[in-house]
């Protein structure tokens, strides 16, 4: 059996003329995915972002859904901090009851945006409840099985439609803490080193999650990789299209840390959190080089961290060579061999 291979967009704005032909791009990709031979297409979820259009996951699934015949489409993911699981749980219900088989739910613990869009999201009824107590009932709600007592408010209540299929569930992190809980929770892990750009934490990660991963919830762990991607017709090539990625860190005075696409956007959630700050920035490991090379770093990552899927995630702003990188990807990927 192959190495599952899949994709993560941002439909970016950044070589598009609007927001309409990024998300048309998109439709495109998750298209020519899913004749390439992609086992799944994701869409991530940004808020106020004049770089990339995705804040609503939902409802570009639900497009691409209608678009595409065979390819899973999911999220990568829903920031679940700022809405209620009971309605996420609906809104992938629906998806699943109109593409039963086909739908995936990732769950993202970022906030997805800046603190301006984030206080803008905040429910208005005070407090959000803590993100794993979230969790553990959105898992609830998509089966059915809300475990409450019978004088508890919600007790009897399901999210509706019930589908056949529920949207299978996911958890994306970037530390250790995201890798505990998924591993607590019996659930599928992605670690996304295209945000953090740290292979330490990832192998920390991935260990911590495998190692502890709890059985009696009567799953299996199952390890992804959301890898930043290149492919060129060279080593050359791909080396000057990965070089020009960097990752812009911002570390905030009382101990938070986020991932910005560059320093401007870096600055400006600085000064929204109202605290000191420091930003950094590095060069982004980047999986890049002609097919072969690719193929052997791959199967190389694989092995290391016994991966079951690979998502890529591929930055190149020019569309066509966006495109191409993912058409090698996808001819590299049926020769990746799979650990034993």
Known sequence: MGLKLSILDHSPIIDAKSSTEAFQRTIELAQKAEAWGYHRFWA??????????????????????AKTSQIRVGSGG???????????????????????????????????????????????????????DKLVALGQFLRNQLDVDEDHPLYGLQASPAPEQPADLYLLGTTTASAELAASLGMPYVFA?????????????????????????????????????????????????????????????????????????????????????????????????????????????????????????????DFQKRLYSFELLSDVFAQVTVAP
Do not use: C, W
């Open 193 to 317: 080193l295209f945000l953090n750009s740290d292979e330490q934490v990832m192998a920390e990660s991935i260990d911590l999650y495998q190692r502890q991963f709890d059985f009696t919830q009567g799953t299996r762990p199952q390890t992804l990789l959301g890898l930043p991607v290149m492919v060129a017709d060279t080593d050359e090539e791909a080396a000057k299209l990965a070089s020009q990625v960097t990752v812009v860190r911002i570390q905030l005075e009382s101990g938070r840390s986020f991932m910005l696409g560059t320093v401007e956007a870096a600055e400006s959630f600085g000064k929204q959190s109202e605290e000191n700050y420091t930003i950094t920035v590095q060069q982004a490991i980047v999986i890049h080089g002609a097919p072969e090379t690719v193929r052997k770093q791959l199967e190389a990552m694989q092995h290391r961290f016994q991966a079951d899927e690979i998502i890529a995630v591929t930055q190149i702003p």
């Open 78 to 132: 829903v920031m679940l901090q700022h809405y209620s699981p009971y309605k996420v749980a609906e809104n992938f219900n629906v998806l699943a009851s109109l593409a039963p088989g086909r739908v995936d739910l990732g769950i993202g613990r970022g906030p997805g945006g800046m603190p301006q869009s984030t206080n803008a999201l905040k429910p208005i009824d005070g407090e959000a409840k803590p993100f794993p």
């Open 44 to 65: 991530t979820e940004h808020h106020n972002s004049d770089r990339l259009a995705g804040s609503s996951p939902e409802v570009l699934i639900s497009h691409l859904l």
